[in-house]
């Protein structure tokens, strides 16, 4: 009798904790104004790739601010107080205001292989989605995500795992980087979620 209780306890917890079914481990919320979001933060180095600097980058939801005609989000980074995303979920996926105006960001719902033209990190970008629904293992648990790729002057700058209840979960930026004649293309950094309390 006991080790049936240890064993219900056991299958409770998977699905507390998220799994294949696209349930999101703890709650079904969506981030809102007070939504902290804890990542951990790796840059690489130029040379060999292996990481450079770590630290825990805390993110919060801290305003809700209306901008031409709408409202989103304004995502800042807690340490410096700064707006890192402005960002609003409609129908269509999810959304972040830069370049004065809505830009599709992570579309939602998708399919592999759609693709999206839009402006992110000052400049045009063409995504296309290259998973739907995959699960992910993250530091709330193992959730269902979609994955793009963004292309910039033909070269891979973007990759973005994105959640409905949670964003961003996941995301690998890429950097040139020119030393005398010769251009360097690496990955610059990563973020990974570990935590997010609404």
């Known amino acids: ?6 064993f219900l306890l056991g299958s409770c917890q998977k699905e507390i904790t998220g799994g294949i079914d696209g349930t999101l481990p703890v709650t ?12 951990r933060y790796y840059i690489y180095n130029l040379v060999g790739g292996g990481i450079h600097a770590t630290s825990v980058l805390t993110f919060k939801a801290k305003s809700e601010d209306v901008l ?10 807690l340490a410096a107080d700064t707006t890192v995303f402005l960002l609003n979920e409609k129908t269509g996926g999810l959304y972040q205001y830069v ?4 830009n599709l ?21 063409d995504f296309t989605v290259n998973g739907v629904k995959d699960t992910l ?4 648990g193992d959730i269902p995500t979609n994955y ?10 973007d990759q973005l795992w994105y959640n409905q209840n949670a964003w961003i979960v996941r995301r690998h930026f890429f950097f040139y980087r020119a030393i005398g004649p010769i251009v360097t293309y690496y990955r610059y950094s ?3 979620l570990d935590k997010i309390e609404y």
């Open 1 to 6: 009798m006991l080790l049936l209780g240890v």
């Open 28 to 39: 079904s919320q969506k981030p809102k104004v007070g939504t902290v979001w804890t990542y």
């Open 68 to 77: 031409s005609g709408e409202k989103w989000l304004n995502i800042v980074d």
């Open 99 to 102: 370049n004065n105006s809505s």
């Open 105 to 125: 960001f992570c579309k939602d719902p998708a399919i592999v292989n759609d693709t999206y033209t839009t402006f992110n990190d000052r400049g045009i970008e």
């Open 137 to 140: 293992s993250t530091g709330i």
């Open 148 to 157: 793009y790729i963004g292309i910039k002057t033909a070269q891979l700058i």
């Open 190 to 192: 990563s973020l990974y």
